[in-house]
T-cell receptor, first 113, second 115 residues
Framework: DGGITQSPKYLFRKEGQNVTLSCEQN?????MYWYRQDPGQGLRLIYYSQIVNDFQKGDIAEGYSVSREKKESFPLTVTSAQKNPTAFYLC????????????FGPGTRLLVL | AQSVTQLDSHVSVSEGTPVLLRCNYS??????LFWYVQHPNKGLQLLLKYTSAATLVKGINGFEAEFKKSETSFHLTKPSAHMSDAAEYFC?????????????FGTGTRLKVLA
């Protein structure tokens, strides 16, 4: 079955720690996205990538970093510079460059210890 | 710049009654618009999309939306609510700027279905 997987489902971060959220897709999509979801604020774009080895900052990139070394993978690192990381993180993919459907993963909930 | 406004943060309906979730958009040209649904602690699923074809768009699970340019609206409707429709719904506009593009999400409408 084609789709997007995210792991882990829950992630706990200690003060000063970097953590990495995994996102993998087997849809052969060029574009991938990371969103942050907070209650009452909808989804906000953190980073997106239209093609391998290239990515752009979204609206709230500070305190986050990404890489896109393989078409199917787009990991997100939440660094210690992100002072309020508690949120639900969603990864998505789509065919690049057109108003196409985005396919979403099941999400990772990040909590701070 | 393109954006969307979801006019209600919460909507409650009784099972079997019609559903109306409102979305207004702003765009300098004909937009591409989407509605997504999210059940608790899950990812989002596409309900329907409008990309300059027919103005009445039919989606999954009996939902439909009508693109009205004169009113800059793209409201989501369903004739008869089911308990399983209880979820959060997002209106989304596709925005292009200088060769890059983004999907802009509304703040969501939480639908409650009463038995």
């Amino acid at each position: 079955d084609g789709g997007i997987t995210q792991s882990p489902k829950y992630l706990f971060r200690k003060e000063g720690q970097n953590v990495t959220l995994s996102c993998e897709q087997n849809l052969n999509h060029d574009a991938m996205y990371w969103y942050r979801q907070d209650p009452g604020q909808g989804l906000r774009l953190i980073y997106y990538s239209q093609i391998v080895n290239d990515f752009q900052k979204g609206d709230i990139a500070e305190g986050y970093s990404v890489s896109r070394e393989k078409k199917e993978s787009f990991p997100l690192t939440v660094t210690s510079a992100q002072k309020n990381p508690t949120a639900f993180y969603l990864c998505a993919s789509s065919i690049s460059g057109y108003p196409e459907t985005q396919y979403f993963g099941p999400g990772t909930r990040l909590l701070v210890l | 710049a393109q954006s969307v406004t979801q006019l209600d943060s919460h909507v409650s309906v009784s099972e079997g009654t019609p559903v109306l979730l409102r979305c207004n958009y702003s765009s300098s040209y004909s937009p591409s618009l989407f509605w997504y649904v999210q059940h608790p602690n899950k990812g989002l699923q596409l309900l329907l999309k409008y990309t300059s074809a027919a103005t009445l768009v039919k989606g999954i699970n009996g939902f439909e939306a009508e693109f009205k340019k004169s009113e800059t609206s793209f409201h989501l409707t369903k004739p008869s609510a089911h308990m399983s429709d209880a979820a959060e719904y997002f209106c989304v506009v596709f925005r292009t700027t200088s060769g890059t593009y983004k999907y802009i999400f509304g703040t969501g409408t939480r639908l409650k279905v009463l038995a």
